[in-house]
């Protein structure tokens, strides 16, 4: 049977609001659309991927074998991935770059009643139509609502697999429902902060500062925590600081230097805790694609020790 796109809805995660193409195709967004807005007055660069896949997921339980859908790709970074997850096993990976702008991707599944997840392109553009399953299907039930803030690691580019992002990764553990508001290139910024009405988590997780631990002023931090603890009141909020900046060894004490002056920003605020993120991958480069952006091992170590953290935190 082929779903339309308001049943396709129940089954997509990771997205604020929904439109539909003129050619009826889904596309979905992570933002409202005055932040979209926003990205488009401000860098074509940060407009272009704010609207990209970013953790969004079709997630369901089936005793289907056989599912497909229509894909079009408006836009893409890195080239990463289409991929099938059943039952926590990763099952079949379609990359970007082995496929046309325009087609159909179809995944055969095991037999049996399993849990699907289908990760969409995190670092690409992609709508989709027309999905076929051949039995019928229960939307995943997801637990707290988790907004997650970031720069390009957060958004995925680095392990070049959309399931394998450090976000992916944990949140196969974690089970939230999140909306993944990672952008490459972003800093911290308080005019991205808006009100998404209708919209209100349960958490927040910022790792933000790795494009901008080199300034003198740390203003902007400032005011970006106080309009985001002002916007969001007593929910909490987890700070993860940068990694690591293997591609710049002698700007380490001017990161660690960055890291010291946030944790004293961040501990002005009960409802926002922090984590070390020194602490979260090895700083060696077989954990990085580029001694900046973690690789598919580093992304998994990663995401396991997040929850570790977050775990040990309560958070």
């Known amino acids: 049977m082929i779903i339309n796109n308001e049943q396709l809805k129940k089954i997509y995660f990771g997205a604020y609001l929904f439109e539909e193409t003129d050619d009826g195709y ?52 890195s080239q990463d991935s289409f991929e099938l997850c059943e039952d926590g096993l990763i099952t079949d990976i379609v990359y970007v770059k082995d496929i046309k702008e325009k087609g159909k991707i179809s995944f055969s599944l095991e037999d049996g009643k399993k849990n699907v997840i289908i990760y969409l392109p995190a670092d690409a553009t992609v709508v989709i139509k027309n999905f076929e399953i051949d039995k019928d299907f229960v939307p995943a039930k997801k637990g707290e609502k988790v907004l997650w803030i970031g720069d390009s690691i957060t958004q995925g580019f680095g392990p070049l697999r959309s399931a394998q992002t450090y976000v992916s990764v944990a949140n196969r553990l974690l089970g939230y429902e999140i909306i993944n508001q990672g952008i490459g290139g972003y800093v911290y910024d308080k005019k991205s902060l808006m009100k998404m009405e209708g919209y209100t988590p349960d958490k927040i ?59 004293s920003i961040v501990k002005k605020y009960k409802s926002v805790t922090m984590v070390d993120g020194f602490k979260l991958v090895p700083h060696l480069p077989e954990y990085f694609l580029d001694n900046l952006h973690p690789n598919q091992l580093g992304a998994e170590v990663y995401g396991r020790n997040l929850v570790k953290a977050i775990e040990e935190l309560g958070f």
């Open 205 to 263: 997780i910022v790792a933000l500062g790795t494009n901008q631990y080199g300034t003198e002023s740390m203003q902007d931090i400032e005011e970006y925590y106080e309009e985001l603890t002002k916007l969001y009141k007593d929910i909490p909020v987890l700070c993860i600081t940068p990694l690591w900046r293997g591609d710049n060894v002698e700007g380490i004490p001017t990161l660690i230097r960055f890291c010291t002056r946030l944790k």
């Open 26 to 77: 889904l596309q979905s967004f992570q933002y409202n659309k005055a932040q979209t807005a926003y990205f488009k007055k401000t860098s074509d660069f940060f407009y272009d991927r704010c609207m990209a896949g970013s953790a969004k997921t079709l997630e369901f339980t089936t005793e289907a074998v056989k599912i497909s859908f229509e894909y079009k790709i408006i836009w893409a970074g």
